[in-house]
């Protein structure tokens, strides 16, 4: 027996049921039908071997004014990153550096080019927007260009060009520079206000939810109580002049004017859409795909390195695991140390098997921090690319020259269909804070069409 509402939402991370929250509220019946056992998608906070961990989604930045208005809405506090002390930068020859503020110590030459780069990459982002990449004049051309040749002509200055390729590469796209275009990076950038943001963590990483971040697709959830069905992945989605259907697991279906997938666009391909969409989505699905990156949490006793005068960030472009931030949890006690193995070191990372790669990574961090990391009391590495519903991390990107082709037909509507996710997000791209806006920015599609 099929059930019937206004509209279908795919998907319970945070951009589905931010769409589902805002429609409710406005009157409109929905039912939200999401794979998983549990909302949030890459937001999942877990409690492992006693230890509160945040796998995936954690930090706040001051500019997310949609996830800062979204956690006040919902109740939730947040507490700033522990940074206080020296941070480290370990250069090409693997020496770590003690230093403070935003630039490396890496020579005053280098320091110097590293800051003009970011210059001239900040004007460019800033002009490239993060609306309509796509529409830019020089889009095609940027597009054609990978961030790290782009790089590389820019300056003789190796490793000046290397830190700054990590900003966008490695920490944000987590995919190879070579493999990412100049103009998905000014995206990346423009999304979070400009490039300066990137390279300022004390922006970018400022602040984390009391309790963990996935309380924010709880409670969004919970508000919809029964409306939303959890082990339902969708299977099938026809759409026709009256509207959709939506048959899930559990033989749901559900009959609705109007669809909101709320999916990352690597799974689209996971759903048979009939009649299928056109040749142009078809093709633009498959040259966009979300990057790798394992994110590593060993908790201590303590958090030790603040006794030595170290704030527990480290930055180190040419090593395995290339940033590290202290991660204690809000009032506890013991000492977390989280760190990223991205992209090309994630392959060969995962490829070591399970304890030789908890070997290096460990041997890693203590060459950081002393001997003392190299006994955890809780050690767990995230392994986003083997879950079914997500396939990677952080978020999607295009390949070179996908996103001048395909990007500005991401978020609009295929008849019924509405997208909504942080990686077709413009402010907030990849973020939970992109998540909000596209899932407000669906529901709003969606309310002018059923009250037209
Ligand atoms: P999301 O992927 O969360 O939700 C999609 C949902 O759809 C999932 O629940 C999935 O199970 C479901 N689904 C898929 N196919 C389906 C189907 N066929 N039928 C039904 N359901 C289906 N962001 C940030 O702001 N700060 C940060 O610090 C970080 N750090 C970070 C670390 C790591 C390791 C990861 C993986 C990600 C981050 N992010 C982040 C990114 C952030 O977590 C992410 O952008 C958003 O949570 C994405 O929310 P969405 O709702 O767009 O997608």
Redesign the pocket.
């Known amino acids: 027996m099929a059930e019937t509402c206004d509209v279908v939402i ?7 049921l931010s769409a589902a929250t805002r429609l409710a509220r406005a009157g409109v019946s929905v039912r939200v ?4 056992d549990r ?5 999942w906070t877990r409690e492992i071997d006693g230890a509160m961990l945040e ?6 930045s001051p500019d ?1 004014t949609a ?1 800062l208005q979204t956690l006040e809405e919902l109740g939730l506090e947040t507490y700033p990153r522990y940074r206080d002390g020296e941070s480290l930068y370990v250069d090409r020859d693997g020496v770590a550096h003690r230093y403070t503020g935003e630039i490396f110590p890496a020579g005053p030459e280098t320091e110097a080019e590293i800051e003009r780069l970011v210059a001239l990459l900040h004007g460019m982002s800033l002009e490239v927007g993060a609306d309509e990449p796509w529409a830019h004049p020089r889009a095609a051309e940027y597009d054609a260009i990978s961030w790290r040749e782009w790089l590389r002509r820019q300056s003789d200055d190796e490793t000046a060009t290397d830190v700054v390729s990590l900003y966008v590469a490695e920490a944000m796209l987590t995919k190879p520079a070579h493999s990412i275009s100049l103009l998905q990076a000014l995206l990346m950038a423009a999304s979070a206000g400009g490039f300066e943001h990137l390279v300022d963590e004390g922006f970018i ?1 400022d602040r984390r939810v009391v309790g963990g ?1 996935q309380q924010v697709s709880e409670r969004l959830a919970a508000e919809l109580g029964d409306a939303v069905r959890l082990n ?4 099938r989605l026809e759409r026709g002049d009256d509207g959709v259907v939506a048959y ?1 697991d559990g033989g749901i279906e559900v009959r609705a004017k109007r669809a909101v997938v ?3 666009p690597n ?1 689209y391909s ?2 048979d859409f009939q009649p299928p969409l056109p040749r142009m989505r078809h093709q633009a699905h498959q040259h966009v795909s979300l990057g790798l ?1 394992i ?1 590593v949490h060993a908790v201590y006793d303590t958090p030790f390195w603040r006794e030595d005068g170290l704030s527990g960030t480290v930055f180190a472009p040419f090593e395995t695991i290339t940033e590290v931030y202290d991660n204690t949890n809000h009032d506890d006690p013991r000492g977390t140390l989280v760190g990223f193995v991205s992209d090309l070191a994630a392959d060969a990372s995962f490829g070591l098997g399970e304890e030789a790669q908890r070997q290096q990574i460990l041997e890693g961090l203590a060459r950081y921090f002393g001997p003392k990391a190299l006994e955890p009391r809780v050690f767990y590495l ?1 392994d ?1 690319g083997s879950e079914e ?2 396939r990677g ?3 999607a990107s295009f390949d070179l020259g996908g996103l001048s082709r395909y990007g500005a037909l991401q978020t609009q509507p295929e008849g019924a269909i509405h997208w ?4 077709i997000a413009a402010a907030g791209y ?6 909000i806006r ?2 407000w920015a669906a529901a709003d599609e969606v309310l002018e069409q059923l009250r037209a």
Do not use: N
């Open positions: 795919i998907g319970a991370g945070a951009a589905g039908l999401e794979a998983r909302v949030g998608g890459r937001t796998i995936g989604g954690q930090w706040v997310q996830l990483l971040m339902a992945p969708v299977r899930a709320a999916v990352p799974l996971r759903i990156v994110k995230s986003w519903w997500t991390a952080y978020a909504a996710c942080s990686d990849q973020h939970v804070d992109g998540a596209r899932g």
